[in-house]
């Protein structure tokens, strides 16, 4: 029987058309990505099934598909199947597969439908494998031949062709930074309180996730409103503000290093001191890890995340906090790629205990929290939403457990889904970014 | 794929609620939206004057307007408008106003 696949009804002309030749080219970026390590990763496993309960997609479905060790296999048959010896000669014998139209359905399904890329299989893995890394190399092949699902290509397409990923037209982007600067005047009773833009030779390069722009820029007048009580030197770019790359979910290693080279392009410009990455995961992730990587580039600049440079404003006394301000209880959610794969994990933590009056964690956290079930792309991927929000169900009973009002979250990629998930579950909670709490807790000099 | 009913007629939407044809948006269908996806259960003249705002913007340049330009020309003040619309300009009022899913509106 073949499986059939719903999820992938809008993607099925498409797959359809794939020719052989398609497929080759599939495969021949799909063997470019993967280097020594990765080869070695891809003939590792030995199919304990440890990784299974790390998933949440396998904690909500326990089906087969959705075990990470499963998807790992079917980017490792694919391997063995063109790549290996045995699996071209006798590919039966060690279950080698080709890469053939069953298959990329299979990998559109279980890659892309099932996998937030957080990371939790590959801590959890027996023996160590960068699961994440080979099913973003899987990812990548099916981008080579146009089949990243549509939501999450055109918000990669958005970024490349407009300069950000909601298509904001640069009057619009230096409109709204106005308004927020006559906002920031009105609140420290300041007329010369600013957002500098294309400011050079200061400390800070500021970024931003577009979304705050477009739809929610109280956290951008947060994070202005700290840098004013810190004194610090800063700018945005007028044309380079865009801190999100989903070229890191789609895979496309090209797509991705053209959009992280844009703020290392404004950062010299403008002889910045230091990138400064918003409350972004995967942003955080892509340009303070992998851009470096895409782009074969030595960073001449720190890059750093709003959180490290928060956390310094008051271990150095630059900042004063009242916490009684923040009174109601805050729990926080960890984003998987500043968390688990990023390595900020503390800051956020010191900066609470210093900003709320009553913070509790929800259990478990820090690298072993659970993803929110909005990465990976999967809040651009509306073919695949259903899952989404029912996966996110474990984050919603966490959050309750907790019996927090407000939940923080460095990402406004997992804000977006917490308001889903908030609706969904009706769990009744604000949701804000640390920089919000920050800026609520402020003792303006 | 989801719809929603708009006296007693079908109307598709996409798995997160958005319009999938926003030419078939009508008063009613915004009703109906509101009701389903925001827990409104009457439209208030503040919101109406949102929802023209975004779909007079979006008539003319087929994108959503940022919140910018939805204070600007209604005159409220922004927290006004997370509150009118609790899940925000572009899950809550674009989708209301029968826009389709703003572009990396993630």
Redesign the interface.
Known sequence: MTPSFPALTIMEAKIRQLTEKDLERALQVFRRSLDHEASAYLNSCVHCGLCDVSCHYFLTYHDLESMPAYKLKLVTDVFKGHFSRLGRTLPGLIGAKKLDHAMIRAWLDSLFGRCSLCGRCSINCSIGINITQLIRAARGALAAIGLVPP?LQ??VD??IQKG?????PRE?WL??VE?LEEELQAEVDDPSARLPLDEPDVNLFYTIN??E??????SILAAAKIFYAAGESWTFSRENYDV?N?GLYSGDDAVAGTLSNRLVESMLALKAGTLVLAECGHGFNSNRWEAPEWLSKHYPFPVKSVLEIVADYIRDGRIRLDPSRNSKTVTLHDPCNLVRLGGIIEEQRFILRHAVADFVEMTPNREKNYCCG?GG?Q??M??F??RRLEAGRIKADQVRATGAEVVVTPCH?CI?QF??LN?HYQLGIEIKTVCEMVAEALILP | MGNIDVNGQNVAT???G?LLDPDVWSQAVAAALAKKEEGIKSLSEDHWAVIDCIREYYTEKQ??P????ICQQTGFP??YIYQLF??????GACKVAGLP??????
């Open positions: 939501g055109s918000t958005t970024a950000n990923n909601m298509g904001i619009d409109e709204t308004w577009p979304r722009a477009m739809f929610f820029p109280l999100t989903y909005g792309g809040l651009a509306t073919n939403a259903e990629n977006d308001m889903e609706k | 996409n798995e997160e958005f994108q959503a940022m919140v910018r330009k922004l927290k609790p899940s925000g300009p572009a899950k899913k703003p572009d990396g509106c993630v």
